[in-house]
């Protein structure tokens, strides 16, 4: 049976196991034992856009009160303890003569998106165009996530495919970025975890306990293996709601993405503790590949035989992290420092050169030669405080949440031709400009009301460049419906996620949770 | 002579009535039922506010006995420290525990630590509060799952499920013989397991030894799969949209020494009981003590058909008069959320029932009852006294979060067997996604 009947079977089992129930509890197979639980939700995600695309955003004719999304997604997941079944099956002996603490995490995930069937015209038109590929982006049925945790004593390991975080940021990532990230539905417009892709992975740590002023030292590792997967964030295909605004090429894009070869494998190391009893200290050091690709121009035999190439050079990652609670003023502090060595960047001259013709032609700058892809190294750093604030005016029940953070970039050995390859229109060769020091900022505060019933949440994001991003929302529990209501918007220039200020949007979030 | 008659008769005899009864019109029996047509006779028994919910009709008691001696049923480890600990343990100006004898801080405590208390000592609330968490710990690590209901004014709201794990390192005598190189009390891990959006979702707390160190607080949400540090000092806050607070478990969880205790006043007070009857305890597969399948259930307004009372009422619950202390308690912290609270303490085995709190005006807001069970092995030879339900009544929000206790589904496990390792960082991400 091939994956997608696998999957189907999959889906159609643990909804029938959790429509047997009528309750919003866990599902568990063995009530009274509850170590095989299934859960799951059903959601539909519709948005409209709220402005005109302008410059190169593809299809141009996507105008205020399209709809931009309707996708629909299914998630069943089981979690099973083996402690119970260690003791009564034969072939878990090992488990119970070694006394390790076993249970296996499935995740089924279904998803399909219906803007290329039901949504405006210019879409149904990119789906035709590019039917093969539109079709394969529009659904999507995996074992989402299946891996198993082993335990004894002070070392644990978790097998299979699952997603791991380091680092201490929310919203945007700086040491979190050993999983990759799938913008290709929303971007920066989606949750974070909803964007991350498992990778299947081997990953242990141990627990060496106190050792002198530091607590619960522990040193954890992990390794992707490249020939288990080598996955990247995908590219969304032109024309899509979210790909990236970029002027028509004449010439063809070619995507390379890692082989599933050792060579590639994704791996690394941290250590981390508790520094008298309040400091939460990290070090580590990791090889990833970044979300956002390099790009070059690839020549062939001839100036007429050229491509695009976008690649994901691998990145080696050595950074910490440090987070504590300052007592007297009741806030968390959360730091992160990391050193990104040789981070592609995009230099035009050097990444798409361009020969002069020997006889200038008004309307073409140039023949393409091969480019190259240069690299710097970045020292990054984030620092964000967290705390929870009475203003009992707006809510005399509960707190509100306050959590502001600073992300900062500095480029080593900074060279001033660096841009950042997105075409600024109506100009397809000239470019966003890249500083030696980035800065950006982001604010949220949410509360609820009601019992937890409503709420409300506002995520503020402002690039030092001269860019916006709101994000007001509202949850609303109707059990087991969960209804959210969201504004996307960004104000600004082009800089940072300001490539996608013309597709604010509204979006209304139906869930329906089986448990 | 008459009139003398009618003198007798109109003044004398009441006199004597009263006299035979003892204790006036304010006066409960065994097989009582106190409803709105006869709420008076428990005044002073009940916090006021329990007193107008009967008096509304929205609470109805039965008024019961039980057949057991409370301060039997904790562990036989737990009655032999009464006599042993009487004068051996005192409190140090920093709030420690200390040995009177030596000036050595108390860390292997066992049973509790003042089982005399003196009202008069100026730090008798901090001795009975620690005689409390001691009757916690008496009964070792433990795992619970945790069923919330959540219920509103028309009934029944939503629920939620978790589970909790507290490994406990004084106390007992397993407890006090494990390494406890952190000072720890104890640790706890709470994990999320329905409704979905929740799943996963999972706190731990260490609670050091150490009165004047802060709890650490680590979560991990599955939005962000990552621990995370939260702030040790955000207690009043209301959790998971329940009524309840951190500070709020068990009618106070938190450090001692973050409050201000004063001790109000001795009495007779009727608390509420799972039934006239000890629970029975089963031994587990694991070598732990579990709460039974066939374990009696408690039953609400929201679940009775033809209820007229409070949808949150309990409905039979049994009520027992027993003596009490009551304590007057002010968190130090200025931004605290709540004003004074008043902590009704049953002085046999120190189990916390009633917690009324007020708000930083003075009025009255919430009433946190704390139902104990009583355990017995079916040998009898084993005891312990742990957690039943826990109902929160919002009166202003007309809105009450219940916790249950142990249900025939929800088995809890006392004396469990654990490993300190899970309660590290590392295996902490064991309980998470």
Known sequence: ???????????????????????????????????????????????????????????????????????????????????????????????????????????????????????????????????????????????????????????FVRIGRQSLAWGETDVFRLLDGINPLDNTFGGVFEDLDDRRIPLWMLRGSYNFGRVGPVSALTVEGFWVPGNWDSRVAPVSPAGTPYAAPQPESPIPTVVLTPSKVMSNSRWGVRVMGLLADNYNLSIGHYRSYLDIPALRLGVGDTPMDAWTEISYPDVQVTGGSLSFWEQRTD????????????????????????????????????????????????????????????????????????????????????????????????????????????????????????????????????????????????????????????????????????????????????????? | MKRFGWLILFCVVPVLLLFVTGQGICDVSPGDVLDKTNWEIAKGLLPDEIIGWIKKGDF??????????????????????????????????????????????????????????????????????YNFFYTGHSSGNFVTQLHTDYIRKSGYARSTLGEMHNMTMVGNPTSVAQDNPDDV??????????????????????RYLDPQKPDNTFTFLPAIRRVRRMSSGNRSDAMFGSDGSVDDSGCFDGKVTSMEWKFLRRQEALLPFVSAVPTRLVKGEEGAWNSPEDIEVMIYGYEKKGWQGAQWAPVNWLWVKKPVVVLQVKAKDPYYNYGIQHIWVQTETWAAVYKQIFDKAGAYWKTVFAQPRYFESADKAFHLVHAGDQLIIDERMKHATLTRGPMPAEIWEYLAEMDANDFSLAGFQKFCK
């Open chain 1, 1 to 155: 049976m091939d994956r997608r009947k696998w999957a189907i079977t999959i889906l159609c089992c643990g909804l029938f196991l959790l429509g047997i129930t009528l309750t919003a509890d866990a599902f568990y197979v063995d009530p009274k034992k509850k170590t095989l639980e299934v859960i799951g939700k059903v959601q539909s995600r519709v948005s409209f856009r709220l402005q005109d695309s302008d410059g190169f955003t593809q299809p141009i004719d996507i105008h205020v009160g399209d709809l931009v999304q309707w996708r629909n997604l299914a998630l069943i997941e089981i979690t099973h303890d083996l402690k119970r079944l260690s003791r009564d099956l034969d072939i878990l002996y090992p488990l119970k003569k070694f006394k390790i603490k076993a249970k296996y995490h499935l995740v089924g995930r279904f998803m399909y998106e219906g803007v290329y069937n039901v949504g405006p015209q210019p879409f149904k038109d990119v789906c035709d165009q590019d039917k093969e590929n539109i079709d394969k982006f529009k659904q999507a049925y995996d074992l989402w996530e299946a891996y198993m945790d082993l335990s004894r004593g002070p070392l």
């Open chain 1, 331 to 515: 806030v968390i502090v959360r730091t992160e420092l990391a050193w990104f060595w040789d981070e592609p960047v995009f230099i035009p001259e050097i990444n798409t050169p361009l020969v002069p013709l020997p006889i200038p032609i008004p309307g073409i700058p140039g023949l393409p030669a091969n480019g190259e892809i240069p690299k710097k190294d970045m020292l990054k750093w984030v620092i964000g405080l967290d705390k929870n604030i009475w203003i009992r005016p707006l809510n005399h029940k509960r707190t509100f949440m306050v959590s502001l953070q600073y992300f900062g970039t500095w480029v080593q050995d900074y060279d001033e031709r660096m841009r950042v390859p997105l075409a600024l229109y109506p100009d397809a060769t000239q470019f966003t400009s890249a500083k030696e020091v980035e800065g950006m900022f982001t604010f949220l505060v949410n509360t609820d009301y009601y019992g937890g019933d409503i709420i409300p949440q506002m995520v503020v994001a402002y690039d030092a460049r001269g860019v916006f991003m709101f994000q007001p929302s509202v949850n609303f529990i109707l059990e087991p419906f969960r209804i959210m209501v969201q504004y996307s918007g960004i104000v600004g220039n082009m800089a940072g996620f300001g490539a996608y200020r013309d597709r604010d949007q509204i979006t209304f979030i139906f869930s329906y949770l089986f448990n």
């Open chain 2, 60 to 129: 109805v008691l039965q008024v019961g006995e039980l057949s057991y001696k409370l301060a039997d049923y904790l562990p036989a480890y737990v009655c032999k420290a009464r006599s042993a600990n009487v004068g051996k343990y005192m409190l140090d100006e920093d709030g420690w525990i200390v040995e009177k004898a030596t000036g050595k801080r108390g860390q292997h405590i066992i049973g509790h630590p003042f089982p005399n208390v003196d009202p008069e000592d100026p730090k008798v609330g901090e001795k009975i509060v």
């Open chain 2, 185 to 206: 009390e104890k640790y706890t891990l709470f994990v999320a397991r329905s409704p979905y959006d929740i799943a996963g979702a999972a706190v731990m707390t260490w």
